[in-house]
């Protein structure tokens, strides 16, 4: 059975995978425009009203955290990260424990997605890919699946976070109990149509 689930889950990935690249396709043929059509005269100057400040221009990806995506963080590591992208909302420590576990001990500032959810990949493909995701389980084995996940559906800045919230605890790092941490933000529509 688990060969089955195994062979389900590498199909599911190539599809959601399939499926990203066919919507990128399209959503490119749907906004490009022929060359003739955007070319400006060399006498005609563009107005300055047409040009994009800097500040308003289209993120060109996730933050640069410093250290190669894939590579395994420790908490100390993972802390540091974090405070040093304090209020940067394109660090995302992502959990992916069960509600009862995120209920118990969860990181202040951590966004949740349960791995174990039966609609798991479903809600990872729809995360926003200009962000950075340190993901971190109880110890460390669900992480590095959801890491590998991400990885697949072509995510480019993921870490995982070794030792998990255990790790964490261990360590004397703070953590907060109660009600779960918001869902990841999804990527805003497109205005293009």
């Not at 040093?84 to 909302?89: T, V």
């Not at 800045?157 to 919230?165: E, F, K, L, Q």
């Amino acid at each position: 059975m688990s060969h089955r689930i195994r062979f389900g889950l590498s199909s599911l990935l190539a599809l959601v995978s399939a499926w990203g690249v066919a919507a990128q396709a399209e959503t490119r043929a749907a906004v490009e425009v022929s060359p003739a059509a955007t070319s400006t005269p060399p006498t005609e100057a563009v107005p300055a009203a047409q040009a994009v400040p800097a500040s308003d221009a289209t993120p060109a990806g996730p933050p640069d955290l410093g250290i190669a995506p894939g590579t395994e963080l420790d908490v100390r590591e993972t802390a540091a990260l974090l405070e040093k992208f304090a209020g940067n909302e394109d660090v995302v420590l992502l959990d992916v424990r069960t509600a009862p576990e995120v209920k118990g001990a969860h990181v202040d500032g951590s966004e949740w997605l349960d791995l174990q959810d039966p609609y798991f990949l479903t809600k990872a493909a729809r995360l926003d890919r200009d962000r950075a995701y340190l993901v971190f389980c109880r110890t460390g084995n669900r992480s590095a699946q959801a890491t590998t996940i991400l990885k697949d559906l072509g995510f480019p800045a993921v870490w995982n976070v070794r030792g998990g919230i255990n790790a964490w605890k261990k360590e004397g790092l703070p953590v907060v109990d109660g009600a779960l941490p918001p869902a990841p933000l999804a990527p805003a529509p497109s205005d293009a149509k």
